[in-house]
């Protein structure tokens, strides 16, 4: 029987048997006021490095409240190394990619300025908040930090040696999928591009470099946010964890 | 050099050269008013049936309009055989299921009503436009009809003698992604559970029938837009179009 609390709540703080965790007001807020519960209740909790954990509820008033931890319910899961860097599109599509890059298990979220980028800022916090409550819906012990923005030639002047990069390349449409189970290495990156894909510029020098690989997602054009789980599933599907 | 409009139009009339279509008024409103085209401009616009054709306006008011098809840009190009069954969740999320299925060809979309789903109907024309809209958008020329909202049981009960379902398991999370490629058939159809996911009485049930085979979608519960996605994803590259 699975004996685990339906409700689960990011926490940070350290987490272990007996340890307290106190409630922000917002946490009181969501579990004393919206989901009712009280002195005795239990949540799920996890902090995004000690697994998950059932947490008993010891104090709960309308703005704060204690829970203690109790038993660890699942050991910590970090998702294979894999980052996702994708051009921030309109509001909505961008918050769609962060929550379905959680879901997907990127280890970390990158967004980029590319030069047909539609907006050249981003709010990394409000982004972050939807990373972790991606993780506490998807049932996962790990949140991906979200980096702030930066340039895309920035990022790959500084592409670090270990790592390769899966360049999602639109003009490659209608050509077959590489086979990735053929690639070599466990740390990776995936490259989304905007609406209107990547400037030539760009794509001639990302086909230069010696650390990228590109593949064709298929002879349809898609949505960066459809491409970003169809690329997450190509990687996942043959090097990751599914 | 691409010539091909950027415009792209879907058009419920016959196509084929020096063919007239008559624009509706959303059309001309479109054309006209928002984007501003005038007399001599070209749209590329397809049926669903006919290919890709670049189209000349001939005549432009703002409630109506005449294109006439000159050249075929794009053969008809059809997607495989796969039909996408999901649980229909909250309306936005829906709409996303209908967009990411026509974009990740999809052949038809069943809306089906599982023990645990949350609405029990649905705006068929609605999302029909939205699979419209994303054909659109995606440079494709096949729109997949959504069907009218089914019981799952009922659609069971009535399955084709030569499609395989594929059914996306939820409690199978953890498990090793089935390898499709070496299943067999080139009939198929993917069920995508809602929120909650599929009732016990449901998975007993699916897992009886012989047409039926299961896989896991990786280790982390997936939203049911997420899940379509990363399904037909998987399948694409195993046994599609991609």
């Given at each position: ?37 009280s002195v005795g209740a239990w949540v799920s909790v996890f902090n995004g490095t000690d697994g998950e954990w059932q947490a008993e509820v010891v104090e709960a ?182």
């Amino acid at each position: 029987m699975d004996t685990r609390a339906k409700i689960r709540l990011f926490v940070d703080a350290p987490l272990g048997a007996d340890q307290s965790i106190l409630m922000n007001r917002d946490q009181a807020n969501y579990l004393f006021n919206v989901m009712r519960l009280s002195v005795g209740a239990w949540v799920s909790v996890f902090n995004g490095t000690d697994g998950e954990w059932q947490a008993e509820v010891v104090e709960a008033t309308k703005r704060k409240g204690i829970l203690v931890a109790r038993t660890q319910s699942r050991p910590q899961m970090d998702p294979p190394d894999l980052w996702l860097l994708f051009a921030p599109i309109k509001k909505a599509r961008t918050d769609f990619i962060v929550e379905k890059a959680t879901e997907m298990g990127a280890a970390r979220i990158c967004p980029v300025n590319t030069d047909y980028t539609n907006s050249d800022r981003i709010r990394q916090d409000r982004l972050q908040a939807h990373a972790v409550e991606a993780a506490e819906q998807c049932g996962g012990t790990f949140v991906p930090p979200v980096d702030a923005l930066a340039k895309l030639t920035t990022v790959l002047d500084n592409w670090p040696d270990d790592r390769r990069l899966l360049f999602c390349d639109e003009k490659k449409v209608g050509e077959i999928v590489a086979n990735l189970a053929d690639e070599q290495g466990d740390k990776w990156a995936i490259l989304i591009g905007p609406e209107g894909g990547f400037s030539d510029a760009e794509t001639t020098h990302l086909k230069s470099l010696d650390f990228v690989s590109s593949i064709s997602l298929g002879p349809r054009i898609l949505r960066a946010d459809t491409a970003a789980v169809a690329a997450l599933t190509v990687w996942q599907n043959a090097l990751g964890d599914w």
